[in-house]
């Protein structure tokens, strides 16, 4: 019998009293699930970092969990970047999310702080000084879409993981035989951490196809035909997401996948129920928000 996978979840700062509400629900729902991890996203350009931070102190605080706060390097000087770091370290923080970030809202180009780390290899780098983080970067099965080729693509994230981090998550993806290749390009491009697969649960479709223009992941047409007409039927879209996630994560199962990162989108019916499937049980008297 296999052992259960070992799980992380990402969630994201809420904007409102009732996002808030929801966010700390999901978390008590999937804490007793013991993830090794859970992240809280940045704003794209910077944008939500005292939110971020409130999220995090709370997590820290009221709950047993290991908390893995996202930095980027966008709108902030590397010192900023450090004292950020130094505050979670002071708070018991060990694990941190590196990323370069998204360009600010209404710039279509990235373009470095001009005292600020340039890369996420360089903020990797800049975190090792601060404290003996583990760290975790990003990758892209599906190359990076402001990547100038695949292998450049491949070479940064080896570059990640040479400046120290111990870990990448994966974008989401739905065309597992590209995530397997990808994981042959790292092996071969002498990229030993693991390669966790990023999986999405499907919320809602149209907000599925924005992200996936945002991030360049690939939407295969069955895919979109199972979702066909069910915009004004929740239940039965709730039934499909679940159906073709727990379909993705036994398929990786099988090629030797045992570590995977859900973004709940602050929501954890999807995920809880993907877990159970996984073999993940809950533990009686975990400490949740």
């Keep these: 019998m296999h052992q259960p996978p070992v799980v992380s979840f990402e969630f994201f700062p809420p904007a409102s009293e009732a996002m808030e509400e929801r966010l700390y629900a999901s978390v ?38 290991t908390c893995a706060p996202h930095l980027t390097c ?22 941190i999310v590196a990323l370069r970030g998204d360009p ?53 994230l080896k570059r990640k993981i ?14 597992n035989e590209r995530y397997l290749r990808f994981r042959d390009l790292c092996v071969a491009a002498g990229i030993e ?3 966790v697969p990023g999986l999405l649960p499907i919320t809602r479709f149209p907000q599925l196809l924005k992200f996936a223009g945002q991030c360049g992941a690939s939407v ?8 066909e007409g069910l915009d004004d039927d929740p239940e039965t879209r709730q ?19 045992e570590e995977f990162h859900f973004y ?4 954890s019916e999807l995920s809880y129920a993907i877990c159970h499937t996984l073999g993940l049980r809950p533990v009686p008297n975990a400490r949740s928000a």
Aim: charged letters at 25%; hydrophobic letters at 40%.
């Design 239 to 257: 039934l499909i997401a679940a159906s073709v996630a727990i379909d993705q994560v036994q398929f990786l199962r099988r090629h030797g996948v």
């Design 28 to 65: 008590r729902r999937l804490a007793p699930l013991r993830p090794q991890f859970v992240s809280v996203t940045y704003g794209a350009d910077g944008s939500t970092r005292e939110r971020t931070h409130r999220v995090v102190e709370r997590i820290v605080s009221e709950t047993d969990l």
């Design 264 to 267: 709940t989108l602050n929501r």
């Design 74 to 95: 966008v709108g902030a000087s590397r010192e900023q970047v450090l004292d950020i770091a130094r505050q979670y370290a002071d708070m018991g923080i060990r694990h």
């Design 220 to 227: 295969p047409e069955w895919l979109r035909q199972r979702f």
């Design 104 to 156: 600010p809202a209404g710039s279509k180009t990235y373009r470095p702080h001009p005292e600020g780390f340039a890369y996420a290899s360089d903020l990797v780098a800049g975190l090792k000084t601060v404290a003996d983080f583990e760290i975790t970067v990003a990758a892209y099965p599906e190359v990076h879409p402001e990547a100038t080729s695949p292998l450049g693509d491949l070479e940064n």
């Design 162 to 175: 040479d400046a120290g981090a111990s870990r990448a998550i994966t974008q989401f993806f739905f065309d």
């Design 193 to 195: 951490v693991p390669i």
